[in-house]
């Protein structure tokens, strides 16, 4: 496989040479395995780590590689091995809220071009959930299609397809059968040479199934899916890059079981573009669309142009959001409180030891 074939194009070609790190090659991280990373390289796979350097620098700040990265490195081919020097740029990336009691960005899989977000026609099926990846989504700066899988299962698949696509802003609605490949070619027009996607969606949603649909092959296990739920155990247990026939490149990766958002309330216009552009003419400016006189948003409710559900998931992902930048606020003025009393520190020492030269 050629860096082509991986998504390699001119614009990171340049990004590369503008780096000046004449004794590295470019390589993309295919397999995530903690601090050890696989790449693929003009050599082949090359197991790599990070100079201390780039991880120290990068570390609880989203910059460390991750699946999907494109990075510079030092091959030692004859050992199958290389170091990671330095990350290019992103130009899409996939986050959430490292483990841990601070709050730091974990990026999951970045530079991933198209997210195919699939539901089931079954149990599992929830417009709330789909907003919630249609906002993950777009935030992610990839491009969304939405998927409606276990079609074979439906006896009005059309009066889905219509209810989703009057949420989905614009993206794409598709309805597929993955087991039994009905509806799965519309796909194809997402995966050309050079294109990376990721499925997005809750287990038991016929992820796994979607890819040796895609492969042609059944290379990923499928389990049982619980009846009542609609819910099955997942499939997937490290992060990957798989080549697809036609060329694409699918992103596998169990980190993106649940849906957390990362971000600023900012992110949620253009999965609610509707509901803000309602706000925009309510008679206050800071309306909570509760129960403010002139609300716009509540008398659109009341006229049913607008789903009381949808706006309940906004706000619910807006306190979200809000509540995210009130953690990043305060760890930040506690980083600053401790950085200020190192140095206050550092000076009551330097002090001393003036004092003390002086004195000898």
């Known amino acids: 496989m050629n860096l082509n074939q991986l998504g390699w194009n001119s614009r990171l070609a340049a990004q590369f040479e503008a780096m000046g790190l004449s004794q590295c090659i470019a390589a993309r991280v295919v397999r995530a395995h903690g601090r050890l990373n696989v790449v693929m390289c003009e050599q082949g796979e090359l197991t790599c780590e990070m100079t201390g350097r780039l991880r120290h620098e990068a570390e609880g700040t989203g910059d460390l590689p991750a699946l999907g990265d494109w990075v510079a490195i030092e091959a030692r081919p004859n050992e199958n091995a290389g ?5 290019l740029p992103r130009f ?3 986050s959430r809220k ?6 730091d960005e974990q990026v999951i899989a970045a530079n991933i071009n198209t997210a195919l977000l699939m539901t089931g026609l079954d149990n599992n099926f929830n417009l709330r959930r789909i907003e919630r990846y249609l906002t993950l989504t777009w935030n992610s700066g990839a491009d969304a299609v939405i998927v409606l899988n276990k079609a074979d299962m439906c006896d009005d698949v059309d009066a889905y397809v219509a209810e989703v696509e009057q949420i989905a802003r614009g993206a794409p609605v598709h309805a597929i059968s993955a087991a039994s490949g009905e509806g799965v070619p519309a796909l194809d027009e ?5 294109r990376t996607i990721v499925a997005l ?4 949603v016929g992820k796994s199934t979607l890819v040796n649909a895609l492969l042609g092959s059944e290379r990923q296990v499928t389990n049982e ?8 155990r997942h499939t997937t247990t490290y992060g990957e890059l798989i080549p697809l026939p ?9 980190g993106l079981r649940e849906v957390q958002l990362w971000g600023d309330e900012d992110d949620l216009r253009d999965a609610f573009d509707d509901v803000s552009a309602l706000a925009a003419e309510c008679k206050f400016n800071d309306c909570t669309h509760r129960n403010e006189p002139g609300c716009a948003v509540r008398q659109a409710i009341r006229d049913g142009q607008l789903d009381s559900k949808r706006l309940v998931n906004f706000q619910r992902m ?3 959001l809000a509540h995210l930048s009130e953690r990043q606020r305060g760890q930040a003025m506690r980083e600053k409180n401790a950085r200020n009393k190192q140095i206050a520190i550092w000076y009551r020492q330097y002090q001393k030891q003036a004092k003390k030269r002086e004195m000898e």
Do not use: C, M, N
Not at 83 to 87: F, G, P, V, Y
Not at 201 to 204: A, H, T
């Open 83 to 87: 170091t990671i020097q330095a990350r």
């Open 201 to 204: 969606g809750s287990s038991g």
């Open 92 to 94: 899409s990336k996939f």
């Open 246 to 254: 036609g060329g694409a490149i699918y992103v596998d990766t169990p």
């Open 190 to 194: 997402y995966l050309f040479e050079g």
């Open 225 to 232: 899916v619980r009846e009542h739920d609609s819910h099955g």
């Open 98 to 103: 490292a483990a841990g009691e601070r709050t």
């Open 318 to 320: 807006q306190k979200e």
